[in-house]
């Protein structure tokens, strides 16, 4: 949904959007949308500003990715509000450097004659999901040498520090 700054000059734009599972492009990201997405909220243009657009709502998903530790499957279900400022692109400046202060670090830039949602919405999918993507916060992982899911089952695969450089602060005495 394109959302044009023409129609924002005349009244806040609505909308209220379901975006299937496959429909929105997450495939450089390694995940998949495991769930529709819908997204409901507004966009206006400020009064006292020169091209700049607030967007306000709210959105659910269940996301999909592979676990870090295990490689089995991680869901991430995500139910989220978002209220963001826009800027036209115009309004940076390209040939010297410029000292920005805290609030302007939360305003994104959009170029032409709108912006939209689905880039929006993109772009907040991929900020609310953790950094490390794990089934669960007791994953065992994968074993480094036999490459058995821990999870799934045990082994008794021992690992061996070739390399300790760190042995010989063990047996140094703490006073």
């Known amino acids: 949904m394109f959302l044009s700054i023409k129609e924002m000059e005349h009244r806040k734009i609505r909308f209220d959007e379901v975006f299937q599972a496959g ?3 997450f495939s450089g990201e390694d995940l998949e949308q495991g769930s529709p997405l819908r997204a409901a909220g ?3 243009l400020l009064v006292r500003s020169d091209g700049e ?3 306000q709502g709210r959105y659910s998903v269940e996301m999909a990715a592979r676990c870090d530790r295990c490689l089995g499957a991680a869901r991430f279900p995500l139910d989220a509000s978002f209220d963001l400022y826009y800027r036209p692109m115009r309004e940076i400046a390209h040939e010297e450097e410029v000292e920005i202060d805290e609030g302007e670090t939360e305003i994104g830039f959009y170029e032409g004659d709108g912006i939209e949602l689905e880039d929006i ?3 907040q999918v991929l900020l609310a999901l953790p950094m490390q993507r794990v089934c669960s916060e007791l994953c065992k992982g994968i ?3 036999c490459g058995k899911n821990r999870n799934e089952t045990t082994c008794d695969c021992r690992t061996e520090n070739a390399d300790d450089r ?3 602060l063990r047996d140094l005495e703490i006073r």
Request: proline letters at 6%; glycine letters at 6%.
């Open 121 to 123: 919405l993109r772009e």
């Open 53 to 55: 657009l607030r967007v």
């Open 166 to 168: 760190w042995g010989a």
């Open 42 to 44: 507004s966009v206006e």
């Open 143 to 145: 074993c480094p040498v």
């Open 23 to 25: 429909q929105m492009d």
